[in-house]
């Protein structure tokens, strides 16, 4: 023992006595297992808020408590109040000082009290026993000196070798230290430092062993060391900080709220006590943070933040550790904002963060961290407010960490992090994908680089589980494996940590299990995950983690609900809803997440009504939702949605209340207060869709469905009023950034669905109310705004620069080599990670994804640079009524049909006409286009032409090209399908138009260009008529020659650009492939290449056969670009899923289109597909023409001969000769040895006619001659 040590002297208001108190409490109620049953945990002394003693459970009716006491004269009472397990005061017992003060040292004091509790259902004795420790008489001297001496050697040798101590050896120590206090309890100047060292002899044998009443011991033990101090003593504030730390440690294992108050009571007395020292604050900060994430209250926050600062200005100015200091008090103004949403305190953050970062010498290892540290901060501000140059700074200050971290940088995983997750905050905002692509990219190295036991290592996981998610509300594909993979190895990862991040990791796990149920459909996983959130949701609220629990309540609401969307049992969606009013009624009114939580609660009220028609339901929803609104900061992200679902119940309400007022035919019989809500509402529907769709910012999905719903909301009740024009044409142009060139065609056609899209064919709904507002030019310009836009994307990356090369030629340059390499990523088969790749292979694969999103970003900013040019403001922008009419062909007309669900109408463009004309088609409708389209597809199934099978001809020998042959007649589906069209559709056209049949007059016959919409793309609209036998054949056939275009825009374009084909090229390449492998043999392919050539060699074209397998794919590309035509005789595969993946098989391989689409083929005039299906497109792609055709036509081919369905070897070959026979017979005198397919659509015309008088008008025949179709100019 040191000299000061042993000089302590008591000195408080009189003579300290030690009393050993000995408390006994007994239940006397009821029998070995009483009611209700009692849980005492401890003996609080009042008079003393440190001094508290532990109770022991000696059996089911009896507590014990044993300890020591330091009392003084001026304690003339002491009050003994019996605690429960939950902080409750059961009973106490009353000591009077005088009956305390004993004359007789030694002698026993019994005190017994017979007690109700609980509202008298109880019934305890309480029994203390005090005896106040003798002082040393005659003859103790001796034995107290001898305990003393071995309790000073037990204390050397723990001092020495403290990690060695064993179990018994504690007991031991434990032992020999209470006995010496006992014994020399008169020896002031010893008392106070054997009672420290049995206190600490205590804490350690609890922490070793486990034993909560030997901490218990040692914090009463500690108090009365506290007690016996002056107040000014300076031994006090360390004894303090002490009996803090204890306190401290005694709440991480039972969680009781009132030791962490008392640590809180210590440090700050501490702190009060030594106020020029660093360690008292650094553990009030802990403590107060500690019972800020227990409780949530904003008042711990702030005083932990003063505790920062006071410790920060304790610092020189020069201190190393102050750019360390300053960062956390970042970190905590931070917090403080994430919990009240007040701006100020993010300013605050933000400022004490670029402090630490100025204070920061450059080249310290600290700069990188506070770098990134500040990154996070103004992104998270950019969050709330929506400043676009906090973003901009977040992203500098995290690339300029990654930067100055280097490769070998021990955090650079973490910075990597930290970067990617405010990539993916930005992206979340801004709708931005090429951020989120590279956030998933640099999420993938720093996993690459983690090493395996990095604690952080389960957050990347999470963090990447997410991305992937965000992903898929992009290009709505899910990487459903990868996603459930990456969270899983998240969990796994785990290597414990501070509580925050394992709940997040817990939620991310709920997530993961909400993951597997969408993916595998089955209710057990959600069942799992709902199970799952609500042991976390107990589990926080048993420990009281107060600022946790609202987060928590809030996914198990979204897990209710996504069981009751499956299920539709009632009792899921009110308990969603009581569960999410419940993490409401815990969040702060200042809660950044608040508005999200109202918006969710009002959709969540809304659903409920559509169930229980309970107008409170609906009013719920509204005023939830309208509160949302008020709460969120202006261009808060999360404002679309709350706009988009506000929109909707208004609308619901304004429905409702309408329709009451329209049936009962007056306003008079309507009480005022409904009318007025009915004006209300229609005022709120309108403006809340109309902010909802032109939000600037962004899911262009959720944008896009609020502007057709303010389309047709607008349509159905004000048809005069001009919002219907401007939301109209938001949604069309929001179902174009839908398709984005920054993906693959693959994403852009998944994206164009209907499912993925949440409405359907805007385009076709959108013409039709612009024919109902008597506005067939904006209809016609919405057809070609929303259809075919992937072909229509290839087009304008192909688009001729002469003008603006003339203007700009370095700026034509830069824009002609990123759409070459634009095309080139789009056109290229994206792979997705798959669970068994690599982390390498995935890392390599999203660096592909991320070069591709980043081309399409310099795309976009070069179309930004080229309109900013005088002349060139629409420079590939969706082309206006007026220029289209002013490009239309001067040898036919155009007829779009545009087929929705509520009406079908032709839009008719004539050349020299200034306006489209409008042909309504009342007989016709989506729903007989549809039937016609079943009806067809039976018939051909039925035959076998749906399928890519050979027909059997006399002696079994195949024959067909591909699919099936013509036999057994059953009635007659294929006229009744044609017959429908041709008096529904075909007809009044004609009627309206005055067309009438061919007259032999020599004149070239009126050329139409069919222009289909919807299912209606799938019909032989060039074959509808009335055909025989036993009546008159009418048909299309007889009055015009028919050719498709996908869109106006593709045919318009030719005209304008149709410039000569160079006469090196000009000539015609064919090549016939009638035993590719894995297909059925097709012989018929090599007579018809043999006859088609022989003919062009004699008439002295320029002509190439190559056949079978002395035809490589490599070389049929090349030949494509030195041909200006090419006729491919063989088989043909249209693959929906991945249009450019469509091929023609040869022997030595395939020719994919996009391999052909890599082909700069600016010579390219005519492509006849001599093989089946080449022109038959997708069913859930109907206005994007994804088939072979409409692909040759957007790899540079003027015109296409194609087939909708299966044909025939024979008839193929009869098609093809006299098709050529024709082209041959009418070529221009003096072409020498070129080939011109301008004359194309006349010579299929020509040869169909030819085979249909061979034929005659069966069935068979019919389906024969029908396929064949021409496509463009």
């Given at each position: 023992?040191?000299?000061?040590?042993?000089?302590?002297?008591?000195?408080?208001?009189?003579?300290?006595?030690?009393?050993?108190?000995?408390?006994?409490?007994?239940?006397?109620?009821?029998?070995?297992?009483?009611?209700?049953?009692?849980?005492?945990?401890?003996?609080?002394?009042?008079?003393?808020?440190?001094?508290c003693y532990?109770?022991?459970?000696?059996?089911?009716?009896?507590?014990?408590?044993?300890?020591?006491?330091?009392?003084?004269?001026?304690?003339?009472?002491?009050?003994?109040?019996?605690?429960s397990g939950?902080?409750?005061?059961?009973?106490?017992?009353?000591?009077?000082?005088d009956?305390?003060?004993?004359?007789?040292?030694?002698?026993?004091?019994?005190?017994?009290?017979?007690?109700?509790?609980?509202?008298?259902?109880?019934?305890?004795?309480?029994?203390?026993?005090?005896?106040?420790?003798?002082?040393?008489?005659p003859?103790?001297?001796?034995?107290?000196?001898?305990?003393?001496?071995a309790?000073?050697?037990?204390?050397?040798?723990?001092?020495?070798?403290?990690?060695?101590?064993t179990?018994?050896?504690?007991?031991?120590?434990?032992?020999k230290?209470?006995?010496?206090v006992e014994?020399?309890c008169?020896?002031?100047?010893?008392?106070?430092?054997?009672?420290?060292?049995?206190?600490?002899s205590?804490?350690?044998?609890?922490?070793a062993?486990?034993s909560?009443?030997?901490?218990d011991?040692?914090?009463?033990?500690?108090?009365?060391?506290?007690?016996?101090?002056?107040?000014?003593?300076k031994e006090?504030?360390r004894?303090?900080?002490?009996?803090?730390?204890?306190?401290?440690?005694?709440?991480?294992?039972?969680?009781?709220a009132?030791?962490?108050?008392?640590?809180?009571?210590?440090?700050?007395?501490a702190?009060?006590?030594?106020?020029?020292?660093?360690?008292?604050?650094?553990?009030?900060?802990?403590c107060?943070?500690r019972s800020f994430?227990?409780t949530?209250?904003p008042?711990?926050?702030?005083?932990?933040?003063?505790?920062?600062?006071?410790?920060?200005?304790?610092?020189a100015?020069?201190?190393?550790?102050?750019?360390?200091?300053?960062?956390?008090?970042?970190?905590?103004?931070?917090?403080?904002?994430?919990?009240?949403?007040?701006?100020?305190?993010a300013?605050?953050?933000?400022?004490?963060?670029?402090?630490?970062?100025?204070n920061?010498?450059?080249?310290?290892?600290?700069?990188?961290?506070?770098?990134?540290?500040?990154?996070?901060?103004?992104?998270?501000?950019?969050?709330?407010?929506?400043?676009?140059?906090?973003r901009?700074?977040?992203?500098?200050?995290?690339?300029?960490a990654?930067?100055?971290?280097g490769?070998?940088?021990?955090?650079l995983?973490?910075?990597?992090?930290d970067?990617?997750?405010?990539?993916?905050?930005?992206?979340?905002?801004?709708?931005?994908?090429?951020?989120?692509?590279?956030g998933?990219?640099?999420?993938?190295r720093?996993?690459?680089?983690?090493?395996?036991?990095?604690?952080d290592?389960?957050l990347?996981?999470?963090?990447?589980?997410?991305?992937?998610?965000?992903?898929?509300?992009?290009?709505?594909?899910?990487?459903a494996?990868?996603?459930?993979?990456?969270?899983?190895?998240?969990?796994?990862?785990?290597?414990?940590?501070?509580?925050?991040?394992?709940e997040g990791?817990?939620?991310r796990?709920i997530?993961?299990?909400?993951?597997?149920?969408?993916?595998?459909?089955?209710?057990?996983?959600?069942?799992?995950?709902?199970?799952?959130?609500?042991n976390?949701?107990?589990?926080?609220?048993?420990?009281?983690?107060?600022l946790?629990?609202?987060?928590?309540?809030?996914c198990?609401?979204g897990?209710?609900?996504?069981r009751w969307?499956?299920?539709?049992?009632?009792?899921?969606l009110?308990?969603?809803?009581?569960?999410?009013?419940?993490?409401?009624?815990?969040?702060?009114?200042t809660?950044?997440?608040?508005?999200?939580s109202?918006t969710?609660?009002?959709?969540n009220?809304q659903a409920?009504?559509?169930?229980t028609?309970?107008?409170?339901?609906?009013?719920?929803?509204?005023?939830?939702?309208?509160?949302?609104?008020?709460?969120?900061?202006?261009?808060?992200?999360?404002?679309?949605?709350?706009?988009?679902?506000?929109g909707?119940?208004?609308?619901?309400?304004?429905?409702?209340?309408?329709d009451?007022?329209?049936?009962?035919?007056?306003?008079?019989?309507?009480?005022?207060?409904?009318l007025?809500?009915?004006?209300?509402?229609?005022?709120?529907?309108?403006?809340?869709?109309?902010?909802?769709?032109?939000?600037?910012?962004?899911?262009p999905?959720?944008?896009?469905?609020?502007?057709?719903?303010?389309?047709?909301?607008?349509?159905?009740?004000?048809?005069d009023?001009?919002?219907?024009?401007?939301?109209?044409?938001?949604?069309?142009?929001l179902?174009?950034?839908k398709?984005?060139?920054?993906?693959t065609i693959?994403?852009?056609?998944?994206?164009?669905q209907?499912h993925?899209?949440g409405?359907?064919?805007?385009?076709?709904?959108?013409?039709?109310?612009?024919?109902?507002?008597?506005r067939?030019?904006?209809?016609?310009e919405?057809?070609?705004?929303?259809?075919?836009?992937?072909?229509?994307?290839?087009?304008?990356?192909?688009?001729p620069?002469?003008?603006?090369?003339?203007?700009?030629?370095?700026l034509?340059?830069?824009?002609?080599e990123?759409?070459?390499?634009?095309?080139?990523?789009?056109?290229s088969?994206?792979?997705?990670?798959?669970?068994?790749m690599?982390?390498?292979?995935?890392?390599?694969?999203?660096?592909?994804?991320?070069?591709?999103?980043?081309?399409?970003?310099?795309?976009?900013?070069?179309?930004?640079?080229?309109r900013?040019i005088?002349?060139?403001e629409?420079?590939?922008?969706?082309?206006?009524?007026?220029?289209?009419?002013?490009s239309l062909?001067?040898?036919?007309?155009?007829?779009?049909?545009?087929?929705?669900?509520?009406q079908?109408?032709?839009?008719?463009?004539?050349?020299?006409?200034?306006?489209p004309?409008?042909?309504?088609?009342p007989?016709?409708s989506?729903?007989?286009?549809?039937?016609?389209?079943?009806?067809?597809?039976?018939e051909?199934?039925?035959?076998?032409?749906?399928?890519?099978?050979?027909?059997l001809?006399?002696g079994?020998?195949?024959?067909?090209r591909?699919?099936?042959?013509?036999?057994?007649?059953?009635?007659?589906?294929?006229?009744?399908?044609?017959?429908?069209?041709?008096?529904?559709?075909?007809?009044?056209?004609?009627?309206?138009?005055?067309i009438?049949?061919?007259?032999?007059?020599g004149?070239?016959?009126?050329?139409?260009?069919?222009?289909?919409?919807?299912?209606l793309?799938?019909?032989?609209?060039?074959?509808?008529?009335?055909?025989?036998?036993?009546?008159?054949s009418?048909?299309?056939?007889?009055?015009?020659?028919?050719?498709?275009?996908?869109?106006?825009?593709?045919?318009?374009q030719?005209?304008?650009?149709?410039?000569?084909?160079?006469?090196?090229?000009?000539?015609?390449?064919?090549?016939?492939?009638?035993?590719?492998?894995?297909?059925?043999?097709?012989?018929?392919t090599?007579?018809?290449?043999?006859?088609?050539?022989?003919?062009?060699d004699?008439?002295?074209?320029r002509?190439?056969?190559v056949?079978?397998?002395?035809?490589?794919v490599?070389?049929?590309?090349?030949?494509?670009?030195?041909?200006?035509?090419?006729?491919?005789a063989?088989?043909?595969?249209?693959?929906?899923?991945e249009?450019?993946?469509?091929?023609?098989?040869?022997?030595?391989?395939?020719?994919?289109?996009?391999s052909?689409?890599?082909k700069?083929?600016?010579?390219?005039d005519?492509?006849?597909?001599?093989?089946?299906?080449?022109?038959t497109?997708?069913s859930?792609?109907?206005d994007?023409?994804?088939h072979?055709?409409?692909?040759?036509?957007?790899?540079?081919?003027?015109?296409?001969?194609?087939?909708?369905?299966?044909?025939?070897?024979?008839?193929?070959?009869?098609?093809s000769?006299?098709?050529?026979d024709?082209?041959f017979?009418?070529?221009?005198?003096?072409s020498?040895?070129r080939?011109?397919?301008?004359?194309?659509?006349?010579?299929?015309?020509?040869?169909?006619q030819?085979?249909?008088?061979?034929?005659?008008?069966?069935?068979?025949?019919?389906?024969?001659?029908?396929?064949?179709?021409?496509?463009?100019?």
């Amino acid at each position: 023992m040191d000299a000061e040590s042993l000089s302590v002297l008591i000195n408080r208001q009189g003579n300290g006595e030690l009393y050993r108190i000995e408390i006994a409490i007994e239940r006397t109620d009821d029998g070995d297992d009483p009611e209700p049953p009692l849980d005492l945990t401890q003996i609080r002394i009042p008079q003393d808020p440190i001094l508290c003693y532990p109770l022991t459970k000696v059996s089911s009716c009896r507590w014990e408590m044993k300890g020591f006491i330091v009392l003084f004269d001026a304690a003339w009472a002491v009050d003994c109040v019996v605690k429960s397990g939950d902080g409750e005061d059961i009973s106490s017992l009353h000591l009077e000082g005088d009956a305390m003060h004993a004359e007789d040292p030694g002698h026993e004091y019994t005190h017994c009290r017979d007690i109700e509790a609980c509202d008298t259902r109880v019934h305890l004795i309480i029994r203390g026993t005090f005896n106040v420790l003798p002082q040393n008489g005659p003859g103790r001297e001796a034995e107290a000196l001898e305990f003393v001496t071995a309790a000073s050697d037990v204390v050397t040798a723990f001092e020495q070798l403290p990690l060695l101590e064993t179990p018994a050896g504690f007991t031991e120590r434990t032992n020999k230290l209470r006995r010496a206090v006992e014994l020399a309890c008169s020896s002031s100047d010893v008392l106070l430092y054997l009672l420290q060292f049995l206190a600490s002899s205590l804490k350690d044998r609890g922490e070793a062993t486990g034993s909560l009443p030997d901490i218990d011991e040692a914090i009463s033990l500690q108090g009365t060391v506290v007690n016996l101090l002056p107040e000014d003593h300076k031994e006090r504030p360390r004894h303090l900080l002490v009996l803090g730390h204890w306190f401290r440690a005694r709440f991480t294992h039972t969680d009781v709220a009132q030791d962490l108050s008392n640590a809180i009571l210590m440090a700050r007395a501490a702190v009060r006590g030594a106020p020029e020292s660093e360690e008292p604050l650094v553990i009030l900060w802990e403590c107060l943070g500690r019972s800020f994430i227990r409780t949530g209250h904003p008042t711990d926050l702030s005083d932990a933040i003063s505790v920062l600062q006071r410790w920060v200005d304790l610092m020189a100015i020069g201190d190393p550790s102050l750019p360390r200091r300053l960062c956390a008090i970042a970190d905590a103004m931070w917090l403080r904002f994430v919990i009240t949403g007040l701006l100020m305190h993010a300013d605050e953050a933000v400022s004490a963060i670029q402090t630490a970062i100025e204070n920061t010498p450059v080249g310290c290892a600290q700069l990188p961290d506070s770098l990134c540290q500040m990154g996070t901060i103004l992104m998270g501000r950019f969050a709330h407010s929506g400043c676009l140059s906090d973003r901009d700074e977040s992203l500098k200050a995290h690339r300029h960490a990654v930067e100055l971290a280097g490769p070998d940088h021990k955090s650079l995983p973490s910075f990597l992090h930290d970067l990617a997750s405010s990539l993916h905050e930005s992206s979340n905002h801004t709708g931005n994908q090429l951020e989120l692509e590279e956030g998933i990219l640099l999420l993938q190295r720093a996993i690459s680089m983690a090493p395996g036991g990095d604690q952080d290592l389960a957050l990347y996981h999470a963090e990447l589980g997410s991305m992937l998610r965000s992903r898929f509300n992009f290009t709505n594909i899910l990487d459903a494996p990868e996603e459930v993979a990456t969270l899983h190895r998240a969990v796994e990862a785990y290597q414990g940590g501070d509580e925050i991040t394992f709940e997040g990791l817990l939620h991310r796990h709920i997530i993961l299990l909400r993951s597997l149920s969408e993916i595998s459909g089955h209710p057990v996983h959600l069942q799992e995950a709902i199970t799952t959130a609500r042991n976390a949701t107990n589990l926080l609220s048993h420990h009281h983690r107060l600022l946790l629990l609202p987060s928590n309540l809030q996914c198990l609401s979204g897990l209710l609900w996504e069981r009751w969307r499956a299920t539709r049992q009632h009792s899921d969606l009110d308990e969603s809803i009581s569960v999410l009013e419940k993490a409401i009624e815990l969040s702060a009114r200042t809660d950044p997440g608040l508005p999200d939580s109202l918006t969710t609660l009002g959709s969540n009220f809304q659903a409920r009504y559509e169930v229980t028609h309970d107008d409170l339901d609906l009013a719920k929803a509204i005023s939830n939702l309208e509160q949302a609104i008020q709460l969120s900061l202006p261009g808060c992200p999360s404002l679309q949605r709350c706009y988009w679902h506000l929109g909707l119940a208004r609308y619901t309400r304004f429905k409702e209340t309408a329709d009451l007022i329209r049936n009962t035919g007056s306003n008079h019989s309507v009480p005022a207060q409904t009318l007025m809500q009915c004006e209300e509402d229609e005022k709120g529907w309108r403006t809340a869709f109309k902010l909802a769709a032109t939000f600037p910012i962004g899911d262009p999905t959720q944008r896009l469905r609020a502007a057709v719903a303010w389309a047709w909301g607008t349509a159905t009740w004000f048809l005069d009023s001009p919002d219907i024009l401007l939301a109209l044409d938001t949604a069309l142009g929001l179902l174009a950034m839908k398709a984005g060139l920054d993906q693959t065609i693959r994403t852009r056609h998944i994206q164009l669905q209907g499912h993925a899209l949440g409405v359907t064919a805007t385009a076709t709904e959108a013409a039709f109310i612009a024919l109902m507002i008597d506005r067939p030019d904006k209809a016609l310009e919405w057809l070609e705004q929303g259809r075919c836009l992937v072909w229509t994307q290839i087009n304008h990356l192909r688009t001729p620069l002469d003008n603006l090369h003339t203007h700009n030629p370095s700026l034509a340059e830069t824009v002609m080599e990123v759409s070459k390499r634009l095309e080139m990523a789009g056109s290229s088969p994206q792979e997705h990670p798959c669970i068994d790749m690599s982390l390498r292979q995935k890392v390599s694969l999203q660096e592909e994804v991320y070069a591709h999103a980043n081309i399409a970003k310099q795309w976009e900013e070069l179309l930004c640079q080229v309109r900013a040019i005088p002349g060139f403001e629409s420079f590939l922008q969706p082309a206006k009524c007026h220029a289209l009419l002013q490009s239309l062909p001067n040898t036919g007309l155009i007829v779009i049909i545009n087929v929705s669900r509520f009406q079908c109408d032709a839009i008719a463009m004539v050349e020299g006409v200034g306006q489209p004309l409008h042909i309504p088609l009342p007989n016709f409708s989506e729903k007989k286009a549809k039937q016609h389209q079943r009806d067809l597809g039976l018939e051909l199934r039925a035959r076998d032409l749906r399928l890519r099978k050979e027909d059997l001809v006399a002696g079994g020998e195949v024959s067909m090209r591909t699919g099936g042959h013509y036999r057994r007649p059953r009635g007659t589906p294929i006229r009744r399908v044609l017959r429908g069209l041709w008096t529904d559709v075909v007809r009044p056209i004609f009627d309206m138009l005055a067309i009438s049949r061919f007259k032999d007059d020599g004149k070239e016959p009126l050329r139409v260009w069919w222009c289909p919409t919807g299912t209606l793309s799938f019909l032989p609209l060039h074959a509808a008529g009335i055909y025989g036998p036993g009546m008159e054949s009418e048909s299309v056939l007889d009055y015009v020659v028919s050719s498709y275009t996908p869109t106006v825009s593709t045919l318009t374009q030719r005209v304008r650009d149709n410039c000569p084909i160079d006469n090196k090229v000009s000539g015609l390449f064919l090549t016939s492939q009638p035993k590719a492998p894995r297909t059925v043999p097709i012989p018929g392919t090599s007579v018809e290449v043999q006859s088609i050539y022989d003919k062009a060699d004699g008439h002295g074209i320029r002509v190439m056969k190559v056949e079978g397998s002395e035809l490589t794919v490599d070389a049929c590309l090349s030949h494509l670009e030195n041909f200006s035509s090419v006729h491919l005789a063989c088989h043909g595969y249209q693959n929906p899923e991945e249009s450019l993946q469509s091929r023609f098989y040869f022997h030595n391989g395939t020719l994919d289109l996009a391999s052909i689409l890599r082909k700069n083929l600016k010579n390219a005039d005519l492509a006849f597909l001599s093989a089946c299906q080449t022109s038959t497109g997708d069913s859930k792609l109907p206005d994007e023409a994804v088939h072979l055709a409409a692909g040759m036509l957007a790899a540079g081919y003027r015109r296409v001969v194609g087939t909708m369905w299966s044909i025939g070897d024979k008839t193929a070959q009869e098609i093809s000769t006299s098709f050529y026979d024709w082209l041959f017979d009418h070529r221009d005198l003096g072409s020498g040895s070129r080939f011109d397919g301008t004359l194309s659509a006349y010579a299929l015309h020509h040869s169909i006619q030819k085979l249909r008088d061979d034929l005659g008008d069966t069935d068979d025949a019919i389906l024969a001659w029908a396929p064949f179709v021409h496509w463009g100019y």
